[in-house]
Every structure is written in C-alpha cells, then in structure tokens.
Nanobody
Framework: QVQLVESGGGLVQAGGSLRLSCTAS????????MGWYRQAPGKQRELVAR???????NYADSWKGRFTISRDNAKNTVYLQMNSLKPEDTAVYYC?????????????????WGQGTQVTVSS
C-alpha cells in the first residue's frame, strides 16, 4: 500500500557526485522522520543521515561535510546529495521513512524501507 522508491544511483569515479532521491507513495497521511542508510557486502546496514519533518538533520560523523540530506514535503521526497565520493562509499543505499497511512477507518504508523539503489565508486 505504501512504497518507497529510490533512484539516482550508478557508477561514478572517485571525487564525483551523485544525488539520490526517494519518493513515498500510497494513502499517506503524514511522514515523520526520513533517512538514508547504506550496506556494503559482508557489513551491517549503517546510518548515513536522517531528517525530521521539521527539517532537523542528523549525520553520521564520517559523512559530515560530504553528504547533505534534504526533503520536499510537498512531493513526499527525500534527497541525498553525495559529493567527493570515495571507493569506500560503494554500497547499496536504502531509503527509510516513518509513515502514517490510512487503512479503512483506522490509521497505520510504521517504518518502511525502499528496495535500495546501487552506488559504485571507482578509483
């Protein structure tokens, strides 16, 4: 019923930039926090950045200064601008959001994950 779809991943050389987008669709009443996570082969999924409905941001220290998270509430979309990319940034990047949706006469509040988008940084 509610889906998150990521786009913008691909292959880029070290030092390059990419902009990831994630759009939520469905019977959405409101979206609370949204965020980006990444997972490399053999490693745990880790936080990149999160942003609240009011625009407050939280970054993992290792990405501060290179990555920027933003959102467009009117479009139900969150973005991740990635600059100065390094080979170590190669991973699948996942969108995450806490969403309140309508189910008949009731509302449902839960966390959703996107399918992921591959980012590959070559040296």
């Amino acid at each position: 019923q509610v889906q998150l779809v990521e786009s913008g991943g691909g292959l880029v050389q070290a030092g390059g930039s990419l902009r990831l987008s994630c759009t939520a669709s469905g019977t959405i009443l409101s979206i609370n926090d949204m965020g980006w996570y990444r997972q490399a082969p053999g490693k745990q999924r880790e936080l990149v950045a999160r942003i609240t409905s009011g625009g407050s941001t939280n970054y993992a220290d290792s990405w501060k200064g290179r990555f920027t998270i933003s959102r467009d509430n009117a479009k139900n979309t969150v973005y991740l601008q990635m600059n100065s990319l390094k080979p170590e940034d190669t991973a699948v990047y996942y969108c995450n959001a806490e969403i309140v949706s309508k189910r008949g006469f009731y509302t449902d509040r839960r966390t959703y994950w996107g399918q992921g988008t591959q980012v590959t940084v070559s040296s």
